[in-house]
Structures are given as C-alpha cells and as structure tokens.
C-alpha cells in the first residue's frame, strides 16, 4: 500500500523522557500506543535528567516498537512509513528515536517521515476528535502546555480531507519556564513529589484558591507570551514568610525517601495553610493560560480552541476552559489524558499527512533540539 489514506504509520517519539510507538492507520485510527514512562528514575532528581534519559531510551527503543507492532496484530513488513520526531527536545534523547527510525527504514525499505514534536500534539486533539465524527473547523488556536513547552498557535487549512496540510504561525510563549515545569518546580518546593502536576491538581480541590492573591506577570512587549517564573518565586516567598510550614515540608520529604508518595499519605500531611497556597498557585497558573488563550482567540477571530501537552490533563484547567469557552459561545478541544501526555499516536497521526503529501527524508535526517513549528 503506498500514498493511500488507509495508510499503516508507526510512529517513534522519544523526545523527552517517555520512549513511544504506535500504529495509526489512516491518520486517526490507533491501532496499539505504547508509552514506556521514566518517571521512576528521574524521580530522585526532581526532573529530566537528559543522560539518564538518553540511555534508557537506548534501552527501551527495541522492546517498545516490537510491543506496538505485536499489539497491532501486524508485522513490521506491513507498515507503510515510520514517522519520527525530529525536534524539539533533549538532543541525545531526540537521536536516538532518529537513529533508530533511520535504521529501520533503511532495513525494511519503508520511507521515512519527519515530524515536529508541536505538531505532534496538535494532532492528538485532532486524531480523536475525527474519531468521535466531530473534527474541529479550522482555523483555530491551540495552546501547546507541558513540562518542556507552553506555546500558543494559530492553526489553519483544513482538518480533513487526504491532502490536509496545516500551517502553523507562532502567537506566543513562554519567556522562562513552561507551565508544567512551573508545576514541577514548586512540588519539589513542597516536597510533593515528581511529576508535580497530578498531585497538585488533587491537592488543589481542597484547599481556598482565593486565599493568597499572587500578581498577574507584567510583561511588556506580545500580549500573547507567558511567564511563569515570577509565581514560582512568590510560592517560594511565601514558604520563606510562613516558617510554620516547614516542618510539613520536612515531614513530606521523609515520606518520600521513604518511597510513600501517594495522594493520601501527602495530602494527610499537607495542612489547610499548604492547601490554600496549592490551590491558589494552581488557580493563578489556570486563570493565565485561560485568559490568554482567550484573547488571543478573539483577536485572531477563531471560533475554536485545541489544548494539548501534559498541563492539558489538568482538572481546573479543562473545566475553566469548559465554562469560559461555552459563555463565549466557542469550542474547545481536549485529548483524553493519555494522548495529552507524550505519546507516538500523535507522532504517527501528524506523519500520516505528511506521508500523503509525498514528503520523505533520507538518511542525512538529523535531530533538532531547538526545531521551530513556525
Ligand atoms: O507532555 P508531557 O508528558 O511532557 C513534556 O513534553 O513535558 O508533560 C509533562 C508535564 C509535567 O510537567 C507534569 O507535571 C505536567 O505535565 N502534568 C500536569 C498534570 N499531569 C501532568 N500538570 C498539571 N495537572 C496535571 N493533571
Ligand atoms: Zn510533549
């Protein structure tokens, strides 16, 4: 089967520190998505390690494609194209997926496709939502918010159709860190844990968002980019203030040497003056992407908004957007929560357009930590 709609992509992300592949026919159809995640060995460190993250893709990379092709119910003959994601990310992490797609699409004589990570996540919103019958209208914007990116763009062409090709232009981003490192970061703060979003997002449902009133970044300059930097100080901050939390926080930190790190046992050492600031950091963070996303969506004259990434899990965020979306008479889009995080479905699903437009790389394809979507 060649250049046909029904097309059979593996795609390969290793991107970051979750080595993926799955098999997506057609651009939308996920015959089997397997997600090998390192959390547990960059746990101890609070974040990506990029060298660990680096070996053990090298580890995981062979075992990981086998299991999506046998969960596919087809061999690695049948595919059509192996679609690999070239950038952004962790350089040594990112070559390895590139090395390894290389190399298999040299053995089986299969094309080789490119694909931006962005896009990637751009299009696990629109895979499931042509699953469900109910694709998007384009143009819309798409606000892009993980561990490693949290950007806003604007999309447009057309959503179906065999030839879709999208085009991308940049609205803004963050000028420091990204949302969910932001998250990440003032876990580690609390002695919460790693990843820090879930637990935050559970712990938040608890405490009094209104409690502490953190300013709204001032920037000068694209009213679109984010900041994210300043509210991890103010946490900070107000840890510094309030010295009477410190000994929760030494508490939480032994329970997680201990490797206890449940939702239960954290948050029964977590008192109502911790949860108050859990809520109020997480409502301060919801309130910019949402406001933000919104007005750049009024100012481009979409009528429709796909959120995508890790953040896009987030309970306050995806009800916030529910609620303001729907007073405004506009649409939004989410991905199930396990397409929001990285995954290869999404990598196979954008390489699927790409496949059918006839695009196709050679073994000179080299990964691209800093690759733009637009
Ligand atoms: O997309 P992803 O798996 O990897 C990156 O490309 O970064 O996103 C991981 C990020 C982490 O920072 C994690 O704390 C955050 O997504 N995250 C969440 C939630 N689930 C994951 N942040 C807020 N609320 C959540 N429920
Ligand atoms: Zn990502």
């Given at each position: 089967?060649?250049?046909?709609?029904?097309?059979?992509?593996?795609?390969?992300?290793?991107?970051?520190?979750e080595?993926a592949?799955?098999v997506v026919?057609?651009?939308?159809?996920?015959l089997?998505?397997v997600?090998?995640?390192?959390?547990?060995?960059?746990?101890?460190?609070?974040?990506?390690?990029?060298?660990?993250a680096?070996?053990?893709?090298?580890r995981r990379?062979?075992?990981?494609?086998?299991?999506?092709?046998?969960?596919?119910?087809?061999?690695?003959n049948?595919?059509?194209a192996?679609?690999?994601?070239?950038?952004p990310?962790?350089i040594g992490?990112?070559?390895?997926g590139?090395?390894?797609?290389?190399?298999l699409?040299?053995?089986?004589?299969?094309?080789?496709?490119?694909?931006?990570h962005l896009?990637?996540?751009?299009?696990?919103?629109?895979?499931e939502?042509?699953v469900?019958?109910?694709?998007?209208?384009?143009?819309?914007?798409?606000?892009?918010?993980?561990?490693?990116h949290t950007?806003?763009?604007?999309?447009?062409g057309a959503?179906?159709g065999?030839?879709?090709?999208?085009?991308?232009?940049?609205?803004?981003?963050?000028r420091?860190?990204a949302?969910g490192?932001?998250?990440?970061?003032v876990?580690?703060?609390?002695?919460?844990?790693?990843p820090?979003?879930?637990?935050?997002?559970?712990?938040a449902?608890?405490?009094?968002?209104?409690?502490?009133?953190?300013?709204e970044?001032?920037m000068k300059?694209n009213?679109?980019?984010?900041?994210?930097?300043?509210?991890?100080?103010?946490?900070?901050?107000?840890?510094?203030?309030?010295?009477?939390?410190?000994?929760?926080?030494?508490?939480?930190?032994?329970?997680?040497?201990?490797g206890?790190r449940?939702?239960?046992?954290?948050?029964?050492?977590?008192?109502?003056?911790?949860?108050?600031?859990i809520?109020?950091?997480?409502?301060?963070?919801?309130?910019?992407?949402?406001?933000?996303?919104?007005?750049?969506?009024?100012?481009?004259g979409c009528?429709?908004?796909?959120?995508?990434?890790g953040?896009?899990?987030?309970?306050e965020?995806?009800?916030?957007?529910?609620a303001?979306?729907?007073r405004r008479?506009?649409k939004?889009?989410?991905?199930?929560?396990?397409?929001?995080?990285?995954?290869?479905?999404?990598?196979a699903?954008?390489?699927?357009?790409?496949f059918?437009c006839?695009e196709r790389?050679d073994s000179?394809l080299?990964?691209?930590?800093?690759?733009?979507?637009?």
């Amino acid at each position: 089967m060649s250049l046909n709609a029904q097309s059979l992509i593996l795609g390969i992300e290793s991107s970051c520190d979750e080595t993926a592949a799955a098999v997506v026919e057609g651009g939308h159809k996920v015959l089997s998505s397997v997600v090998a995640s390192q959390v547990d060995i960059h746990r101890k460190y609070g974040g990506v390690v990029p060298e660990l993250a680096s070996r053990e893709h090298l580890r995981r990379i062979v075992p990981v494609v086998r299991e999506a092709i046998d969960q596919a119910g087809i061999s690695l003959n049948d595919v059509d194209a192996i679609a690999v994601t070239r950038g952004p990310g962790l350089i040594g992490a990112l070559l390895v997926g590139v090395t390894y797609g290389k190399a298999l699409a040299l053995a089986l004589k299969k094309p080789l496709i490119a694909v931006n990570h962005l896009e990637g996540h751009v299009h696990a919103v629109l895979l499931e939502a042509r699953v469900a019958g109910d694709a998007p209208k384009l143009p819309v914007v798409c606000l892009i918010v993980s561990g490693g990116h949290t950007v806003l763009y604007h999309v447009s062409g057309a959503a179906e159709g065999p030839q879709t090709r999208l085009s991308y232009r940049r609205l803004g981003g963050s000028r420091d860190d990204a949302a969910g490192e932001a998250y990440d970061k003032v876990a580690r703060m609390l002695a919460l844990g790693y990843p820090g979003g879930p637990i935050i997002d559970r712990l938040a449902g608890a405490g009094n968002a209104r409690a502490i009133r953190f300013g709204e970044p001032k920037m000068k300059g694209n009213p679109h980019d984010f900041s994210f930097s300043g509210i991890k100080t103010a946490v900070l901050y107000h840890l510094r203030r309030n010295p009477q939390l410190q000994p929760e926080v030494e508490a939480r930190r032994q329970a997680l040497a201990r490797g206890e790190r449940s939702f239960e046992v954290l948050g029964a050492l977590s008192s109502p003056a911790t949860l108050d600031l859990i809520a109020s950091f997480q409502r301060a963070v919801v309130d910019d992407l949402v406001s933000k996303t919104l007005a750049a969506t009024e100012q481009s004259g979409c009528r429709t908004i796909l959120v995508s990434g890790g953040v896009a899990a987030n309970g306050e965020l995806r009800r916030t957007f529910e609620a303001e979306t729907q007073r405004r008479g506009l649409k939004v889009y989410f991905p199930s929560r396990a397409l929001s995080t990285d995954n290869a479905a999404m990598i196979a699903a954008a390489g699927h357009f790409h496949f059918i437009c006839g695009e196709r790389e050679d073994s000179t394809l080299n990964a691209e930590a800093n690759l733009p979507l637009a």
